[in-house]
């Protein structure tokens, strides 16, 4: 059974969900051998009995790369894949026009140049110099968003299109002004934790570190709740003050603050 694309929990009204939902409980954690405990496929009624198999689940599985699932009782997008197995959620590669596409294009020749910073920890380098004077600002500072805003630039130069990104290096900058300047979409973490299906590639990624701080990136494909990106100033541990651009995986939940959607702009 396909995910919804929504958060399954207590309370849920359509009952064919809820039915495969016990059914695959059951299954998973051999409840038929627990008459007790065993779930009624035939009640479409998601109740606390049904909410505490989800927890026994969550606890003794992972999701698709491995790490834990969230013991919270509620089935989003890495807790179905869990159960239905990978086919079950959506998966896609494709950004949500040809300039986004052309956007990716340039990201994704960055990351096989394999860009680093020189020297080490310097926020300097080649590459990284020209990122952050395409977006207006003195080298040496952190460049995250300087090297997205690189990416819309050399796409747009090569397409003889306006740029219709923000021109900033500010995470927060960046998510402030994207929808009032820009016109751009903005989801929220709630929306997108809600519906995963609405964060697609070509979307920019933004993260609230708290103090003005933050990480974005751009998402190159989704695979239910887990997005697979391109990202300037990290590494392979996921900071925000990583020395080059590297392809990354992060899970929809982690992403604190929410997505920018350039699409048509």
């Known amino acids: 059974m396909q995910y919804p694309g929504r958060i399954i929990k207590l309370g849920e009204t359509d009952g064919k969900i809820v039915v495969a939902l016990k059914k695959q409980l059951n299954a998973m954690l051999a409840l038929g051998n627990q008459p007790a405990l ?3 496929p035939s009640n479409p009624t998601f109740g606390p009995s049904t909410k505490q ?6 606890s003794r599985h992972v999701d698709n790369h491995g790490a834990p699932l969230k013991v919270d009782g509620q089935i989003g997008a890495l807790t179905w894949e869990a159960l239905f197995g990978q086919a079950s959620v959506s998966a896609s590669s ?9 956007v990716l294009a340039v990201a994704a020749g ?7 910073e020189r020297p080490v920890n310097s926020n300097r380098g080649p590459e990284v110099d020209v990122y952050l004077k395409t977006a207006g600002v003195p080298t040496g500072l952190a460049w995250c968003v300087a090297f997205v805003y690189y990416c819309f630039n050399k796409a747009a130069q090569d397409a003889g299109r306006p740029n ?14 994207c929808a009032k300047e820009k016109g751009a979409r903005r989801i929220t973490k709630a929306e997108a934790i809600a519906n995963p299906g609405l964060v697609k590639p070509g979307m920019v990624f933004v993260m609230d570190h708290g103090g003005g701080l933050g990480h974005s990136g751009l998402i190159e494909r989704v695979a239910g709740g ?4 391109i990202e300037g100033n990290t590494d392979a541990s996921k900071t925000r003050e990583g020395g080059g651009v590297y392809r990354l995986s992060r899970k929809i939940v982690d992403i604190n603050k929410g997505f920018v959607d350039y699409t048509g702009r």
Request: proline share 2%.
């Open 38 to 40: 065993k779930l009624d």
């Open 164 to 177: 219709p990104m923000v021109k900033t290096a500010g995470v927060l900058d960046h998510w402030n002004r």
């Open 94 to 102: 494709t950004a949500g026009d040809n300039f986004l596409g052309r």
């Open 53 to 58: 198999a989800v927890m026994q689940f969550q």
């Open 110 to 116: 960055e990351a096989d140049k394999k860009v680093r």
């Open 226 to 229: 887990i997005i697979h990106t």
